[in-house]
T-cell receptor, first 115, second 114 residues
Framework: DVKVTQSSRYLVKRTGEKVFLECVQD?????MFWYRQDPGLGLRLIYF???????EKGDIPEGYSVSREKKERFSLILESASTNQTSMYLC??????????????FGDGTRLSIL | GDSVTQMEGPVTLSEEAFLTINCTYT??????LFWYVQYPGEGLQLLLK?????DKGSNKGFEATYRKETTSFHLEKGSVQVSDSAVYFC?????????????FGRGTQLTVWP
């Protein structure tokens, strides 16, 4: 089974801090994704990556950056945390970006609170 | 562009009732379609998928048929249980995409009462 591990289930940070959310997958997947999930808004894609050091902006990249130095790890960075970034963050991975029938595999999420 | 539209929730049913959650899509290419489920406190799990027109995906008593003529992929279950209470997401991957992105609907909250 694919395992996608997010480093923290719960995280509390202060406004203005630089925050790192880490995600690791164990199946050599090429694709990795970061979403945020908010009530009434569903999943919104922040950034995704289709290869090491390659990244693409999703629908709401403002205030975030990402890093993918190794294939198994995809980090989400809040450059200067703000209260409106309080949310549930979900990481996912997927095998091959060029195949249509591969599903995404999700981690359990990090609930981030910015005070 | 690609997009997915799901019926808005919440949906509240009694145990053993019939469930339908509507999903329609817009795609520039020829997509694969997915249903995911999210139980409380967890990430999303793949529930079922269909990769071509008229395919029926099924799992755990749930099923959905890929209807190209109506661009739909409605989720159904004949008799829901309390344990089916969760959020359900419809998603698509466009075969023309080389970047691997999936597009999701906003999710439908289902609550089943005993």
């Amino acid at each position: 089974d694919v395992k996608v591990t997010q480093s923290s289930r719960y995280l509390v940070k202060r406004t203005g801090e630089k925050v790192f959310l880490e995600c690791v997958q164990d199946m050599d997947h090429e694709n990795m994704f970061w979403y945020r999930q908010d009530p009434g808004l569903g999943l919104r894609l922040i950034y995704f990556s289709y290869d090491v050091k390659m990244k693409e902006k999703g629908d709401i990249p403002e205030g975030y950056s990402v890093s993918r130095e190794k294939k198994e790890r995809f980090s989400l960075i809040l450059e200067s945390a703000s209260t409106n970034q309080t949310s549930m963050y979900l990481c996912a991975s997927r095998d091959n970006p060029r195949t249509a029938n591969q599903p995404q595999h999700f981690g359990d999420g990090t609930r981030l609170s910015i005070l | 562009g690609d997009s997915v539209t799901q019926m808005e929730g919440p949906v509240t049913l009694s145990e053993e009732a019939f469930l339908t959650i509507n999903c329609t899509y817009t795609a520039t290419g020829y997509p694969s379609l997915f249903w995911y489920v999210q139980y409380p406190g967890e990430g999303l799990q793949l529930l079922l998928k269909a990769t071509k027109a008229d395919d029926k995906g099924s799992n755990k008593g749930f099923e959905a048929t890929y209807r190209k003529e109506t661009t739909s992929f409605h989720l159904e279950k004949g008799s829901v249980q309390v344990s089916d209470s969760a959020v359900y997401f419809c998603g698509l991957h466009d075969r023309g995409s080389t970047l691997g992105r999936l597009y999701f609907g906003r999710g439908t909250q289902l609550t089943v009462w005993p």
